[in-house]
C-alpha cells in the first residue's frame, strides 16, 4: 500500500511558477513510476508528467514549462512549474503505478488527495 499526499498548490498570476511535492510512504518508493495529472472543472483528468528512475515523459502542453523531478531516498517527487498559463488552472493530483508508466490515469494505482492550482489572468 502506497499512501501520496501532494502539496505547494496555491494561486499565482500569469507567468510565475509553482513547484508541486508528493510524499509517498513506502519502502519500494524508487519501483514505482511516479505520474502528475490534473484535472479542470468539467474536463476529464489528463496527463502532465511522469518519471520513472531513468526518464521522464511530458504532454504537449506542458513540455518547455514544466519539469518533474524525484528524490527516492525522500520517497518525494516533484513538479517544478514555470510560465503559467490560466489553462493551466486544476486540481493536481500525484499517482503511482507499479507496471511502468503510462499516460492513462486508469492505469495508476495510488493516488493523492489532489492540490488545486490556480492561474489568474
Known amino acids: 500500500q502506497v499512501q501520496l499526499v501532494e502539496s505547494g498548490g496555491g494561486l499565482v498570476q500569469t507567468g510565475g511558477s509553482l513547484r508541486l511535492s508528493c510524499a509517498a510512504s513506502?519502502?519500494?518508493?524508487?519501483?514505482?513510476?511516479m505520474g502528475w495529472f490534473r484535472q479542470a472543472p468539467g474536463k476529464e483528468r489528463e496527463f502532465v508528467a511522469a518519471?520513472?528512475?531513468?526518464?521522464?515523459y511530458y504532454a504537449d502542453s506542458v513540455k518547455g514549462r514544466f519539469t518533474i523531478s524525484r528524490d527516492n531516498p525522500k520517497n518525494t517527487v516533484y513538479l517544478q512549474m514555470n510560465s503559467l498559463k490560466p489553462e493551466d488552472t486544476a486540481v493536481y493530483y500525484c499517482?503511482?503505478?507499479?507496471?511502468?508508466?503510462?499516460?492513462?490515469?486508469?492505469?495508476?494505482?495510488?493516488w493523492g488527495q489532489g492540490t488545486q492550482v490556480t492561474v489568474s489572468s
Open positions: 499517482a503511482a503505478r507499479k507496471s511502468g508508466w503510462s499516460q492513462r490515469a486508469l492505469d495508476y494505482d495510488y
Open positions: 518519471t520513472t528512475t531513468a526518464y521522464t
Open positions: 513506502g519502502r519500494t518508493f524508487n519501483t514505482y513510476a
